[in-house]
């Protein structure tokens, strides 16, 4: 089953990608493999689990190679431009550590500017969903519900990772549900 992220009035997941390849590739892309890598060299890469966890974030590394190279085409695989990213284990997945998760294959400029915004959000995710899945294990049959206590700007994808680990998202923001506590 495919967990998609929270719906959400104003959040732009879209904006948050481009924000994160910005911040690490600006607008010049990655001056070590533009220097020293043929630009038609076609390459393989793979994702390996680090640690025992739940997988998370394969839906938005797709869309992080998507954004990269605008002409992915969404199949059964995920294309692109000639580059195919293959997932042998989806999101809520449990893993173990060494395991190969997946692959990318294509060409290696585009493959080297995604993978580490890539990584780190697929970690981040797969962190989440890990603890997520522990907690809500150990309190069944009650529901682990989440916060807004969440980094700025990554709200929509700590949710969503929430989700994938078995939680149940609360509220998305101070717009949704009325709560009264005392502070």
Not at 26 to 42: F, K, Q, W, Y
Not at 104 to 117: D, L, M, N, P, Y
Request: glycine share 8%; net charge negative.
């Amino acid at each position: 089953m495919v967990v998609k992220p929270p719906s959400h009035p104003t959040y732009d997941l879209t904006g948050v990608i481009r924000l994160a390849l910005a911040e690490d590739a600006a607008d010049r892309g990655d001056v070590t493999s533009l220097a020293t890598i043929p630009a038609d060299m076609e390459v393989e890469a793979y994702f390996l689990a680090k640690e025992d966890g739940v997988l998370a974030g394969t839906a938005l590394a797709e869309m992080i190679f998507h954004e990269v190279d605008p002409s992915l085409k969404m199949h059964l695989r995920c294309w692109l431009n000639g580059s195919q990213v293959e997932w042998s284990h989806k999101d809520g997945d449990h893993v173990h550590k060494g395991l190969q998760l997946g692959k990318v294959s294509g060409r290696a400029h585009g493959i080297v500017v995604a993978e580490r915004v890539v990584l780190n959000f697929m970690q981040r995710m797969s962190g989440i969903a890990t603890l997520t899945k522990a907690m809500a294990d150990a309190a069944s049959p009650a529901i682990i519900l989440e916060t807004r206590k969440t980094a700025p700007g990554l709200r929509l994808v700590d949710k969503w990772a929430v989700l994938i680990g078995g939680g149940k998202n609360h509220r998305l923001g101070l717009f949704d549900m009325v709560m009264i506590k005392d502070n």
